[in-house]
């Protein structure tokens, strides 16, 4: 994860428009990270709902910022 992740001004407004329980959820995809494997499953599938229906972030695909792991 070496991209730099800049929020939008769109972004921005709507991180503070979102409940607090779901901006952690969030940033986490945002920056790269599954966040799948940061919370159980039940709230994943929760959030992921509730972020696509009220929001239109889809966290079940990648995020823009992420990047696969590099081999040497």
């Not at 607090?20 to 799948?36: A, K, M, S």
């Not at 709230?43 to 823009?64: C, D, V």
């Amino acid at each position: 994860m070496n991209k730099a992740v800049t929020l939008t001004t769109e972004q921005q407004l709507l991180l503070v428009r979102m409940p607090c329980r779901l901006r952690g959820t969030y940033i986490t995809w945002l920056l790269g990270f599954d966040p799948y494997f940061l919370m159980s499953r039940e709230t994943y599938y929760r959030h992921a709902k509730e972020l696509a229906k009220n929001y239109g972030i889809e966290i079940r695909k990648k995020s823009p910022y992420f990047l696969p792991p590099q081999t040497d």
